[in-house]
C-alpha cells in the first residue's frame, strides 16, 4: 500500500506543506502512520480525504464545518445540505456584488455629463441612483396605463378612415382628456429635481413643469432655493415611497 509523506500529499493536492500540517493540528487530516523518524506518512485513503478537504475549501465552507463534517457518520446528506447553503450563499454575494458594478457604472456614465465636477455632483449622482427603481417603476405605470388608449386611438382612427364610423375617435378624445390630468398630476406629485447649482431638492409648481422643455432625465426649470434657471435631474420623491 502506498504511503506518502507531507510534502508529497501537498504536492498531489495542490497546498502547501504548512497546509497540511495545519491539518494536523485541526485534527482533521491525521497521518495513519508515523515513520522511525518521526515523519508523518499518509495512506490512499488520507490522500482521498484530503482531497475532499481541499474541495470543500474551495467551494467556501469552514475548515469547522468541514471536521465537523468529516465526524459524521453520514456526511454525504450534510455535504448536499452545505453545499446548497454554500450555492446560497455565494449567489447572493454575487447579486449583491452586481448591484454594487451598475452602481460605479453609473457613476462613471453619470460623472461624463458633469461640467463641473465637486464631492456634490457625486452626491447628486447617489441621489438619483438610489431612487432609479421607483422611477423604472413610475415609468411603467404611466406605461401600462397608457397602452389601452394608445390601442384605442389608432384603432378608433383606423376605424374611422376604413369605415367612416367617428364616434369611437370621440369617446377616445373624451376619455383621453381626464386620462391625460391624471397622469399628469400623477407623475409630477412623485418626482423632484435636483438643482445643479445648489444641490438641492426641489419641486417646481405643477404649470411650470408641465409646460417645461425637457429630456428623458432633465428639465429646464427654475430652482426654488437659489434661483437658478436652467436644466435640472430628474429624480423620484423620496417622501412618496
Known amino acids: 500500500m502506498s504511503r506518502y509523506t507531507t510534502g508529497e500529499v501537498a504536492k498531489l493536492c495542490g497546498v502547501s506543506v504548512r497546509t497540511v500540517q495545519y491539518y494536523d493540528t485541526r485534527g482533521i487530516l491525521t497521518p495513519s502512520e508515523l515513520s522511525e ?11 482521498k480525504r484530503m482531497k475532499i478537504i481541499c474541495f470543500l475549501r474551495d467551494a467556501g465552507i469552514s475548515i469547522n464545518s468541514i471536521g465537523e ?21 455565494l449567489s447572493k454575494e ?19 455629463s458633469v461640467s463641473n465636477f465637486s464631492i456634490e455632483s457625486i452626491g447628486d449622482i447617489a441621489y438619483q441612483m438610489e431612487n432609479k427603481k421607483e422611477m ?6 404611466l406605461l401600462l396605463t397608457g397602452i389601452p388608449f394608445s390601442i384605442l386611438q389608432w384603432g378608433s382612427i383606423i376605424l374611422w378612415i376604413v369605415t367612416g364610423i367617428w364616434w369611437p375617435f370621440v369617446l377616445y378624445a373624451l376619455l383621453v382628456i381626464p386620462y391625460g390630468v391624471w397622469v399628469t398630476r400623477y407623475y409630477f406629485s412623485r418626482v423632484a429635481y435636483i438643482c445643479p447649482q445648489c444641490h438641492e431638492v426641489f419641486r ?6 408641465f409646460w417645461a422643455g425637457h429630456t428623458p432625465t432633465l428639465r429646464k ?12 435631474v430628474e429624480t423620484f420623491r423620496k417622501d412618496k415611497e
Do not use: W
Open 37 to 47: 523518524g518521526g515523519r508523518r506518512l499518509y495512506s490512499e485513503d488520507d490522500l
Open 69 to 89: 463534517l468529516l465526524n459524521e457518520a453520514d456526511p454525504g446528506s450534510v455535504i448536499s445540505v452545505l453545499l446548497e447553503q454554500q450555492e446560497q450563499t
Open 94 to 112: 454575487i447579486e449583491e456584488r452586481q448591484v454594487k458594478l451598475e452602481m460605479l457604472g453609473g457613476i462613471r456614465r453619470a460623472l461624463k
Open 136 to 141: 423604472k417603476r413610475l415609468h411603467a405605470v
Open 204 to 209: 417646481p409648481s405643477l404649470k411650470e413643469a
Open 221 to 232: 426649470l427654475t430652482c426654488a432655493h437659489c434661483g437658478y434657471k436652467g436644466f435640472c
